[in-house]
């Protein structure tokens, strides 16, 4: 059961459009996702251009992306309804991509990008006729962006790519990739552009398709860039300007996630106390056994303090403040939250917990990256720690 947090921030009220996207959301989840999970887990990756199409069809892919170009041109609250309905996904892989498509490798096109390139790549996007992916880690370079190597050489009025990219979601379906290259020599935090490349692009290729530990839904690839052309117009906003500009998408990146955590902690206490409640054991119940209605109290209240802490960083957002420090909070706490409540819950399911049709086995192999992609945790305590004595200077922001 989903609906919108009635325990919004301090001074936002869901109004009757929060609640009629939130529930409409919820029917699609129902009928066009939950029930092709384990079909699309067994046999990946989930088809992304069929079922973003259905969803931009609902206008889902542009809830805060401009009019201009097809989307809803709402505020960000608008934006979280949405995420925290992805949060009823039983898939980690499959809200992951669409919340690629929505909320990583978008928000700084919509921001920064020309109208004529908004045109080009946005639209199409939010239309659900283009699939997208954001591609910033490399093999030599995850938590410390600064250290990317591939590269964007002019040449005349084009970039000539080179380089490589691993672990990237929708990789191997994606029409086009925000993609982070060093386009000069300067200081490493001044030398970056982010730059959509389409994937029909001569020169560009898709390596291995990887195989995880969860998220079987997705796909998550290596993509390879020898001699890629594409034109200096394909850059998003002014050149030198990408590592601020990621850093900023990645604001939204982690507020999805802790979305999603939110969603699905819930799911899964709620699951496991109907669960526990109706399994026997010593002539009374699971649930019975305090031991294990307080475990779960616990965990429950955690939920609601998180909830409480995603909503006042979703108000700040929306008022204009800047909200890394609360969305690097957001995302520590939520995807510990989950690692700690999925352990507990499937202690609590027992053997039937460990078995792959259960949603309680899904999250505990799905969650563990969350604490890794986005941002590892240490890298959200180190954001927190270095604004906790005041300091927002571009070296700050891992
Ligand atoms: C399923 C999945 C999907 C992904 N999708 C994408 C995608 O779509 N696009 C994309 O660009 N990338 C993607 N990634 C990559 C992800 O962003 C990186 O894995 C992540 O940033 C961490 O980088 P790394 O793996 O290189 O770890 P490393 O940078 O090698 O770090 C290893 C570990 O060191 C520790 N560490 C890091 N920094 C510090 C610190 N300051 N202090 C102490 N310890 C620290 C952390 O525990 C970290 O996990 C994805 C990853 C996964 C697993």
């Known amino acids: 059961m989903i609906g919108i947090s009635e325990t919004q921030g301090p001074d936002m009220k869901p109004t009757p459009e929060h609640h009629e996207m ?13 029930p092709h999970i384990l079909t699309w887990a067994d046999n990946p990756p989930f088809p992304a251009h069929e079922v973003f199409k259905k969803l931009a069809g609902l206008g889902y892919l542009g809830v805060d992306k401009p009019e201009a170009y097809g989307g809803l041109g709402l505020d960000f609250s608008y934006a979280a309804v949405f995420l925290e309905a992805l949060g009823q996904i039983h898939c980690a892989g499959v809200a992951t991509a669409i919340a690629v498509q929505t909320q990583m490798a978008t928000p700084a096109l919509a921001k920064f990008g020309s109208d004529e390139l908004c045109r080009e790549f ?29 590269t964007a050489r002019k040449d005349g009025d084009d970039y000539i790519i080179n380089g490589s990219k691993t672990w990237i979601t929708n990789g191997a379906q994606a029409d ?8 000069g020599d300067g200081p490493v935090h001044r030398n970056k552009s982010l730059i959509c490349v389409p994937t029909d692009t001569p020169g560009f290729s898709v390596g291995r398709v990887l195989r995880k530990i969860g998220m079987h839904a997705s796909d998550t690839a290596e993509l390879y860039f020898e ?27 982690r507020m999805y996630l ?19 409640a109706q399994r026997k054991i010593f002539g009374s119940t699971v649930w019975e056994q305090q031991a294990v209605q307080y475990r779960l109290a616990e965990l429950q209240t955690e939920t609601e303090a998180l909830r409480a802490l995603i909503w006042k960083t979703v108000d700040q957002y929306v008022e204009g403040h800047d909200m890394t420090m609360l969305a690097s909070m957001c995302k520590l706490k939520a995807t510990r939250l989950m690692r700690e409540t999925y352990d507990t819950c499937m202690q609590f ?35 927190i720690a270095k604004r906790m004595r005041g300091a927002t200077d571009l070296a700050a922001r891992p």
């Open 22 to 34: 939130s529930r409409g959301l919820q029917r699609f989840i129902d009928d066009e996702i939950n």
């Open 122 to 150: 946005l639209a199409p996007t939010i239309s659900g006729d283009r699939v997208a992916a954001i591609a910033v880690s490399e093999p030599g370079a995850g938590s410390d962006v600064s250290a990317i190597r591939t």
């Open 176 to 183: 086009w990739l925000c993609l982070l290259v060093n386009t």
């Open 227 to 253: 001699d890629v052309r594409v034109p200096q117009r394909y850059r998003i906003g002014a050149e030198g300007q990408g590592f601020t500009y990621q850093m900023d998408q990645f604001q939204e990146e």
């Open 258 to 276: 802790a979305f999603y955590a939110l969603g699905q902690v819930h799911a899964s206490i709620a699951e496991t106390v109907e669960y526990t």
């Open 349 to 383: 399911w027992g053997g039937m917990g460990y078995m792959e049709e259960t949603n309680v086995a899904r999250r505990f192999r799905d969650s563990r990256a969350a604490s890794i992609g986005g941002g590892a945790d240490e890298v959200m305590l180190s954001i």
